[in-house]
């Protein structure tokens, strides 16, 4: 038994380290994609964007890892089944959960690594690389510009920028809430913007729009102004304070600390649980994929490698979204983060059982 549970992890070894890599990179290209439009358009040094780039390398293995073990349990498994292996086995009288017990042991040092991971190096990641971010913006405001998304970053002032050519802007929509009255808001089909060098400025021209403008007669009150060119200043001087660390930031003890005090205040707490139970629940993912995809292998009986790894996709993915859904219902309230989180592992247990029962009788 000694040796087949040897030969067992060594054939699993280099199909995990192939397919936790591959994935990595698969998903680092999405995001290198994103990173390379700041150094192209927006004049970020490669330095910054390198240490960026390194920083996303955890948080996506975070995604990969236990993606990476049920692709590699499935991939090896059923080379096995389809070789008639697992039929040798079984001749010789030798139970498969015998060959499931190594893969279990070896899915628990997996899981206290990635608890690890959770807990301490992603929140770690996550928080440098916001940090990164917003020195980015504070260095080089004109970063902090992109087109199609609603721009927060400079004091007191919303920006929705439909199309960006060069420093050349196209539909801008600027909001600038105000204490009391209505949103003043500023409205131009073009503009141009110019950085103020060395300083977390930049100089905004805007042209042919309207402008909601106060009516010193009637407080609270705006009227309508038109203009063919209209100068403003963004500031993001006011920005570079200390960044304040989301949940995905936070680790566990951090998390129950900032519950403990929000709860003092009657403040709602539940996006805080949900994180809390989600980087816990995730930590276990690695053996509840080995598990499933143990059965699933031998029960397909398939060498193609595409239609095995497509079926580790399949599964996965149903996972994660059925993960999220969860955590949506859990920060609405409608669900108990504790029950939230853990629901798709649970799920994917009682799948497990099944498989495993059907498998092995």
């Not at 240490?51 to 948080?59: E, M, R, T």
């Not at 200043?233 to 920005?239: A, H, N, P, Q, Y």
């Not at 805080?272 to 930590?283: A, C, G, T």
Request: glycine letters at 4%; proline letters at 4%.
């Amino acid at each position: 038994m000694r040796i087949i549970r040897s030969y067992v992890l060594k054939e699993l070894f280099v199909p995990f380290l192939l397919s936790l890599l591959v994935l990595t990179c698969v998903f680092l290209l999405g995001n290198l994609i994103q990173l390379t439009n700041l150094v192209v358009n927006k004049g970020i040094k490669l330095s910054v964007i390198g240490q960026i780039f390194l920083l996303y390398i955890p948080v996506l293995i975070g995604y990969t890892l236990p993606l990476a073990c049920l692709v590699s349990v499935i991939l090896t498994f059923s080379r096995f089944s389809a070789d008639n292996e697992i039929l040798a086995i079984r001749a010789n009288g030798i139970h498969l959960l015998k060959l499931l017990s190594p893969l279990v042991i070896v899915s628990f040092i997996i899981c206290l690594f990635s608890f690890l991971l959770n807990d301490r190096i992603i929140p770690y990641a996550h928080y440098e690389q916001r940090k990164l971010l917003k020195n980015m913006g504070i260095n080089n405001p004109a970063a902090l510009l992109d087109a199609g998304i609603f721009i927060k970053s400079f004091d007191n002032r919303i920006l929705f920028i439909h199309k960006i050519d060069g420093n050349k802007l196209y539909n801008i929509t600027i909001y600038e809430p105000q204490e009391k009255g209505p949103t003043r808001t500023i409205i131009a089909k073009r503009g141009e913007f110019t950085p103020v060098p060395g300083e977390s400025q930049i100089k905004l021209k805007l042209m042919d729009g309207t402008s909601d403008e106060p009516d010193l007669e009637k407080g609270g009150a705006f009227y309508k102004l038109n203009f063919d060119q209209f100068f403003l200043t963004l500031d993001f001087s006011k920005k570079a304070e200390k960044v304040e660390k989301k949940p995905k930031s936070m680790t566990l003890k951090e998390l129950t600390s900032e519950i403990g005090k929000m709860e003092v205040l009657f403040i709602d707490t539940a996006r805080l649980k949900s994180e809390y139970h989600r980087k816990i629940s995730w930590s276990f993912a690695p053996f509840f994929f080995v598990i499933l995809g143990f059965p699933l292998a031998v029960i397909t009986h398939r060498r193609e490698k595409s239609a095995n790894v497509v079926l580790a996709m399949i599964c996965a993915a149903t996972y994660y979204i059925v993960s999220i859904g969860c955590e949506a219902l859990s920060i609405q309230n409608v669900v108990p983060a504790a029950f939230a989180m853990w629901f798709p592992n649970i799920l994917a247990f009682i799948t497990a059982l099944y498989f495993n029962y059907k498998c092995v009788y």
